[in-house]
């Protein structure tokens, strides 16, 4: 099941909001989410939701493990015990594949490759678990005694298949004692509403733009235009698409009265790759900065190898494909170039300059996330710069172009906080808060009605994070 599908919108989502606010106590309520978080997954997963409780067992036995050897070898090896059966499992099924393909290559022989469909929201509900154990283990969190309440944090639906990843630490309190306001049941319908249309409205449009230009079996033929258009069209649709399922998770979250991190906050205004990656994806870059970053390496933290495992995990995470590896060092280069220069002196560089780089590099690591294929990943450097021969413009770039100037510049507008500066500008200027909100819900009817209408006769409407 998928947040935009008019099952879950308009009979999943309602049944189970009500359900839940039948029950009277907290208790009762959270055993309401584990019961429809279950069913949630279980409605396109039937079989890998065994999976999915199994790691949320294995892992609540280790935290109550830890807690009790705490200071003790005991505890280190309850912690060892989680990172190698979490881990275990996530490479098994995700890259196992990958890997037994390589050794095939590298020494030439023919081992038979697995082939496992990948369960659905592995990558994140694998991480948030280990956090809880690895909090534990830090003493960052209390142990949770409750065994419905754990797998009901791991099964959450609204961030169960494609997160944000939502660490243990950040709902500890909640899961116990939480109150769901007008506040919350308002801005949380508003950011569903609102992560639906850039899906729905933004990000599947786009992807029409993206296959007009890509989709060809050699693209050696593309212009140079048409090139740079197809590669800014997919980071727009992946941002509009990825951001906007964090939208509907966060105000799905707000609706039962959890509150979770933001996941982006405008990533292509950004004057370096580095501020780029504290805005896009905050809750993965997060993650590997506190687990991650600080490993010893050869016994010694050691600042740039701790970045370069940083990005070869980041990348790896993203998919079993060296290209996706390639992208993770690719950022993580000139994220150590940064580093190098420090922050004062890019500062010292005009924002024109670094709007302009930032947004070069940013620009050509979504073609690298794009072609796992890696002739046409080639051809896609060559197309840029004209190097297959390949014209400046040409009619199917001039055609695309001009059937989607409206949305291509939409796009881009609604990429920027203009949007949030237009609001604090009215309420400041001339404290309208009460008819920013009256338009506000007007808009909001009006997307939902849109949307509602646009998912009619879709057949297939995942979300491009769905499998990771």
């Not at 580093?339 to 005009?350: D, E």
């Not at 997307?447 to 499998?467: E, M, S």
């Amino acid at each position: 099941m998928v947040f935009s599908d008019l099952f879950f919108l308009y009979f999943f989502l309602p049944i189970c909001f009500i359900v839940y606010k039948c029950a009277r106590s907290l208790q009762a309520r959270n055993m309401v989410l584990l019961v429809f978080s279950l069913i949630f997954y279980a409605w396109g997963e039937p079989v890998w939701v065994i999976l999915l409780v199994f790691s949320g067992t294995i892992d609540y036995y280790h935290g109550l493990y830890i807690d009790k050897h705490r200071g003790t070898p005991k505890a280190k090896w309850a912690l060892a015990s989680s990172l190698i059966l979490n881990l275990g499992i996530l490479i098994l099924f995700k890259y196992s594949g990958f890997i037994v393909e390589n050794i095939n290559a590298l020494l030439r022989i023919h081992l038979p490759v697995p082939k496992f469909t990948l369960p659905i929201g592995i990558s994140f509900y694998t991480f948030q678990t280990l956090s809880y154990t690895i909090d534990c283990y830090w003493g960052k969190v209390k142990v949770q005694r409750r065994y419905s309440d754990f797998l009901m944090y791991v099964s959450l639906f609204p961030q169960l298949v494609a997160g944000p990843i939502v660490r243990y630490a950040t709902i500890e309190k909640e899961i116990s004692d939480r109150h769901t306001t007008f506040d919350d049941l308002a801005e949380g319908s508003a950011r569903i509403i609102l992560g639906l249309s850039k899906k729905v409205i933004i990000a599947n449009n786009l992807s029409t733009v993206v296959d007009a230009m890509f989709g060809q079996s050699s693209i050696a033929g593309l212009s140079v235009l048409g090139t740079w258009y197809g590669v800014i069209a997919f980071a727009l649709q992946i941002y509009f698409d990825f951001s906007g399922y964090s939208d509907m998770a966060i105000g799905l979250g707000r609706l039962f009265g959890f509150h979770f991190d933001e996941n982006f906050k405008y990533p292509f205004i950004s004057k370096s790759i580095t501020e780029f990656w504290q805005r896009w994806h905050i809750s993965l870059g997060s993650f590997f900065r506190d687990y991650l970053l600080y490993v010893p390496i050869f016994g010694k933290r050691r600042k740039y190898g701790g970045l370069f495992l940083v990005w070869f995990c980041t990348g790896l995470w993203h998919g079993a494909s060296w290209n996706y590896v390639i992208w993770g060092l690719y950022f993580g280069i000139f994220i150590a170039i940064e580093q190098a220069i420090t922050q004062k002196r890019l500062r010292q560089i005009p924002d024109a300059i670094m709007r302009t780089y930032t947004i070069l590099v940013y620009t050509i690591g979504f073609g690298i996330f794009y072609f796992e294929d890696f002739g046409k990943l080639g051809d896609f450097f060559k197309n840029l710069i004209g190097l297959n021969g390949n014209a400046f413009s040409n009619r199917i770039f001039g055609t695309t172009f001009v059937n989607n100037i409206f949305l291509f510049i939409a796009a881009i507008v609604f990429s920027t906080p203009v949007l949030k500066k237009l609001k604090e500008y009215c309420v400041k200027q001339y404290n309208h808060e009460l008819a920013y909100r009256v338009a506000s819900i007007i808009c909001s009817v009006g997307l939902l009605l849109v949307c509602t209408a646009l998912l009619v006769d879709a057949t297939n409407n995942p979300f491009l994070y769905f499998r990771f």
